[in-house]
């Protein structure tokens, strides 16, 4: 220990003359040292110019194995005390939760805000970050608190310029870079396209290591971009979920419309917009004004692509008129077919034997997806009697047994339309055509035949 003695200068009394020398040494203090100080107190931590540049102390740069980073201080850190500060340049990004062992003190989690652990790129290479050690994080086994800001990650809007590549693929360069795309996770990216686009779209994007990893650019609830979404010199905006870059703002699905060109059930349509694309897409929207009725099954053929069949109720053909000439259809492409929008009319015809005898059924299915809604039968002449003539159609009521009795029963499910001839009708009576007399028929000159529909 050092000692110092202080001995006060010389005082002048007001009677005593003033000399020279009492001037010079006119309150001018005497100190004296006394003691030794020991090699402790003046090794290592004394204090040097050089020991007074700020940083000097507790600083380095860390090796890694992975995610688990050493670091080297000198002078050493002699323990790790809670709130002990250092600083440190990280030597290569981090890719998930990492720990730091200071001179050999303890393998610690390296932790950011609200004790999380740091995520993929909260280290980035050749960045330097201040920590403190806190004993009470991690769960109380102690962690280094990052108190500079972390992240690899991004935020704010970022610039990619002008892609390169081709239309289906481009390719962007943001500043500051990523270390992975996961740092560009719901950060907006804008950049100028290239080429506008003729299906699909993969986003390519350099990383910081000069990597280039891509990701599908989506649109309206992560469907895959058709021809157009992305036209030459416009200005577009992605932000990236973890797995596709969602585009902001995306147009609205493309409504192509003309006039058929076609003939009987082939409809043709050269839309305006023009449709440039090479093949039909799952959604795509096309309305034609029909200039023929149909009579059957039908197709459409837009831009020459090929002709497709058009569907009413997801999977049934057309019927006769369901497309009217000089109406206005909107079809919608599942992938397949055309479906056509609005109510559905499904029809279907059955025939089928007339039961036989009484209390006996004829089944016929009627072919249509649900119950029919309607539901029309009829006994068609096959061999001519009472001067009915083959093809002639009778509404099935006007068949009795004799006395007045309708001896039928008619009921229909989501398969089949049931016939049922009652325990009245052991005999079948109807009018002659031409004289109207009550006379009896014959079963065998006769067939069942029922109208069905469907509208959904």
Known sequence: MISATVTPGTTILPTTPLTPSDA????????????????????????TAAKTTPGAYFYGTTSNSGNDYTLTLSPALASLTDGAEIAFKV??????????????????????????????????????????????????????QVLSATGGGTSGNLWGGTSTGAANSPAIAVSPAPVALADLAGVPVAFKVNATNTGAVTLTVTLADAST?????????????????????????????????????PPAPALYY??????????????????????????????FKANTANTGAATL????????????AVSSDLNDSDIR????????????????????????????SVPAAASSATTLAHGISGTPQM???VLRCVTGELNYVTGDEVAIESFTNGSGYVPWAVTTDGTNVIVRRTSLGAALYTGNKTTYAWAAMTPGNWELKAYCQHQS
């Open 24 to 47: 010079n040494a006119l309150g001018t203090p005497t100190i004296a040292f006394s003691g030794t100080l020991s090699t402790a107190e003046i090794a290592a931590g004394a204090v």
């Open 301 to 312: 053929n837009v831009s020459s692509i090929g002709a497709a069949t058009i569907k009413k």
């Open 375 to 377: 539901v029309r039968v």
């Open 213 to 249: 990893p891509n990701a599908a650019i989506r649109k309206n609830g992560e469907q895959a971009l058709t021809t157009g979404d992305i036209t030459a010199n416009a200005v577009v905006t992605v932000i990236y979920n973890g797995t596709y870059f969602i585009l902001q703002s």
């Open 325 to 352: 000439a000089g109406q206005w259809v909107t079809v919608v492409y599942d992938g397949t077919n055309w479906q056509m929008q609005g109510p559905a009319i499904v029809k279907s015809t059955v025939t089928g």
């Open 91 to 144: 030597n290569a990004s981090n890719t998930g939760a990492a720990t730091l062992n200071v001179n050999a003190l303890g393998v610690k989690a390296v932790r950011k805000l609200n004790d999380a652990a740091v995520a993929a790129a909260d280290l980035r290479a050749n960045a330097v970050y201040v920590a403190r050690y806190n004993t009470a994080w991690n769960g109380g086994a102690g962690a280094w």
């Open 258 to 287: 003309g006039a058929d060109a076609g003939a009987n059930d082939d409809y043709v349509v050269n839309p305006v917009p023009a449709y440039a694309g090479s093949a039909y897409y799952t959604g795509m929207v096309v309305a």
